[in-house]
């Protein structure tokens, strides 16, 4: 547990923080440290409330996503009004990512307002690879046979495969030479690059990575400024469950589905390839953004019984995590759908150093899970969206009740709320006033 | 003869594919009408149900299973006697609402549906609520399958149901919702008939829906 502590103190630390005021600052201290006491199993002041707003943000301000996603100020105002109203334990993230740059690179998996989506739309919509639009596949999955080229070199198929498939301005990298064949001078493989499609490519690369630059600078100050008033970070950076990053945007569901009763074997030797990056990448964005808790949106694994589960998807995310563990990392998984037939599988990581986000059947978690790791959820969002706040706060009252019972436990929406009532998060909020004080 | 039923039988319902794909060869070869092919294939897709309802198996299962069976009906189809089909139970018109592209749960479902003798008209992903109300009339269905994972899309459904409603098209049909975090409280909210969180569940309601007739 002082492993745990310690890196909880690096991560509440004041530094470099120009407060705002001095309640912004002791507030801060509040805050941070009920986070931390729910995250190391103790019983903090209160429960903790930290709810995944998703886009909600948006939409309370009145500022559309399409608005948002080219004028990086509009997200911080829409978080920054957000925060003052619902002042929740943690700032939360608002994944509006920079829209230009996807456009710049023709990226095929992520349709946006007005890039494949009406302009109004509420939300974003990831593609799967092979998934049809209107009839139309947007773009091929990885093929069966490109495992071999995966297994063989991961980086030189995610440069000429990946890359060249999800993002049609990247399409001439499928032509390129593989870079392992590169000799002395290099002349000949900057001879190849010489062609006017690789070229525009790689300009489309620049400019798609000096929008993210100037996004990413924008988010940043926009951060400083919410932790100023009084406001901690929960999680920043992401990583993957190997099988994921396998399925999501390469191999798509129903490819890795069924390819784990056709070709099992393939799938596993690829996952175990993966583990290691998926790993590397976590530890170096925890380093990079300072802040140690790194999340983990676990997507496939609830699609399979749980002796395929363990064999297929917990074998190698369970490796990611101990490694990330042993780096002094606190990974936070988001259990995406029903976990309740894997919670005994989940349940074998080492007590407190990690976090489970239990997206249903939360409250039979807290029994399985409840005394060896911090659990969050526990309120769903399509109560939010269509019960009343009377309904809202009987609920939460029995939440916070039987959830936040010794502690461990952070009070947090189910999935991202994008489009709620307000006044049904007032609700959560009044509910957590009046019941969730422990002392 | 029942022995090699049973082994072609526990075959598909064992999802073992290449078994299943060497036995309908043989059983093809050896003259066995199509049709009591697919009467078999019928009732292993039956304890594939049952097993997803007792909990052995999962969504992959219910995939792996579904692949199999595309790949049987392209081959036995066109070998069956147009007067030699099974009986239809019921037409199904089912989408994924607008604002939502989510359609790993709604295949399955159309795979179960059409495993069970209802025809499917599957209108995709992202449906404008007209779209719905032009295949209702097109088509004429006793059922309407909405689909969404996002909970954005809720507000959706419930105008999908509304622009039914306002056709004049809402009582001559019966709607159930699914997918994601869909529960009670969504199904009051959108106007629907009923909710399911799985597609076994979806298929015996129908089934039931059509018995009441």
Redesign the interface.
């Known amino acids: 547990m002082t492993n745990i502590k310690k890196i909880l103190e690096k991560w509440a630390s004041k530094e470099r923080i120009q407060f705002q005021s001095q309640e912004a600052e002791q507030k801060y201290a509040e805050r941070a440290e009920r986070l931390a006491d729910a995250i190391q199993l103790k019983i903090p002041d209160k429960i903790p409330l930290a709810p995944d707003a998703g886009l909600f943000p948006l939409t309370y301000s009145g500022i559309s996503l399409r608005e948002a996603m080219y004028n990086y100020d509009k997200i911080c105002i829409a978080l920054k009004k957000t925060i003052t109203d619902f002042k929740w334990d943690a700032v939360p993230r608002v994944p509006v990512w920079p829209a230009k740059a996807f456009e710049v690179l023709k990226y095929k998996p992520l349709r946006l307002p007005g890039l494949g989506l009406d302009d109004d739309a509420p939300t974003y919509q990831f593609v799967e690879p092979g998934q049809k639009i209107e009839g139309k596949e947007l773009y091929e999955p990885m093929k069966l046979e490109e495992y071999d080229w995966f297994l063989e070199d991961p980086s030189d198929f995610n440069l000429r495969g990946h890359l060249s498939q999800v993002c049609d301005a990247l399409k001439p990298f499928a032509n390129l030479p593989p870079i392992n064949g590169i000799t002395c001078y290099y002349h000949g493989y900057l001879d190849a690059l010489a062609t006017p499609d690789i070229d525009k490519a790689f300009e489309a690369l620049a400019e798609a990575a000096r929008e993210v630059r100037k996004w990413r600078m924008v988010m940043g100050q926009c951060l400083q400024d919410v932790k100023s008033m009084g406001f901690p970070e929960f999680f920043s950076a992401l990583t993957h469950a190997p099988f994921d990053y396998i399925g999501d945007f390469r191999r798509g569901t129903r490819g890795i589905l069924t390819d784990i009763f056709r070709n099992p074997e393939k799938v596993k030797a690829v996952c175990e390839r993966v583990a290691p990056f998926m790993s590397e990448w976590g530890i170096r964005f925890a380093k990079l953004t300072g802040n140690p808790i790194v999340v983990f949106r676990l997507h496939k694994g609830i699609f399979m019984r749980p002796e395929q589960f363990e064999e297929f998807y917990w074998s190698t995310l369970k490796k990611v995590f101990l490694t990330l563990i042993k780096n002094d990392v606190i990974p936070y998984a988001y259990t995406e759908g029903d976990y309740r037939p894997y919670l005994e599988i989940i349940k074998e990581m080492p007590r407190g150093k990690i976090i489970y986000h239990i997206e249903q059947g939360i409250f039979e978690a807290k029994e399985v899970l409840g005394d060896k790791f911090c659990l969050t959820g526990g309120i769903p969002a399509s109560l939010l969206y269509t019960a009343s706040p009377q309904k809202v706060e009987e609920y939460c009252k029995k939440a916070i009740e039987v959830l936040g019972e010794n502690g461990g436990f952070i009070l947090d929406s189910d999935v991202p709320l994008d489009v709620v009532k307000p006044e049904n998060l007032k609700a959560v909020n009044e509910a957590v006033l009046k019941y969730g004080h422990y002392s | 003869m029942s022995e090699i039923q049973d082994e072609y039988i526990n075959a598909l319902a064992d999802?073992d594919?290449t078994k299943v794909f060497e036995l309908t060869e043989k059983k093809l070869n050896a003259g066995e009408d199509p049709l009591e092919i697919l009467n078999d294939v019928k009732k292993a897709m039956d304890i594939v149900g049952k097993r997803f309802e007792d909990?052995?198996?999962?969504?992959?299962?219910l995939?792996?299973a579904g692949?199999i069976l595309n790949k049987l009906t392209d081959m036995l189809k066109p070998k069956l006697k147009k007067s030699n089909t099974s009986k239809l139970l019921g037409k199904v018109v089912i989408g994924t609402v607008k604002?939502?592209?989510h359609?790993?749960g709604k295949d399955i479902v159309i795979t179960m549906f059409e495993a069970n003798d209802f025809e499917v008209i599957d209108l995709?992903?992202?449906v404008h609520p007209d779209k719905f109300v032009e295949a209702i009339q097109k088509h004429q269905p006793k059922i309407v399958g909405m689909s969404a994972l996002?909970?954005?899309a809720?507000?959706s459904m419930r105008e999908t149901v509304k622009t039914i409603e306002e056709a004049g098209l809402r009582n001559q049909i019966k709607i159930i919702i699914g997918g994601?975090?869909?529960?009670e409280?969504?199904k009051?909210?959108v106007g629907a008939d009923a909710y399911c969180r799985d597609p076994v569940a979806a298929i015996n309601l129908a089934k039931k829906w059509m018995e009441g007739e």
């Open positions: 999802l594919e909990g052995w198996y999962f969504v992959a299962d995939m792996m692949e604002g939502d592209i359609d790993i995709g992903v992202d996002l909970t954005s809720f507000g994601g975090t869909i529960d409280d969504t009051e909210y």
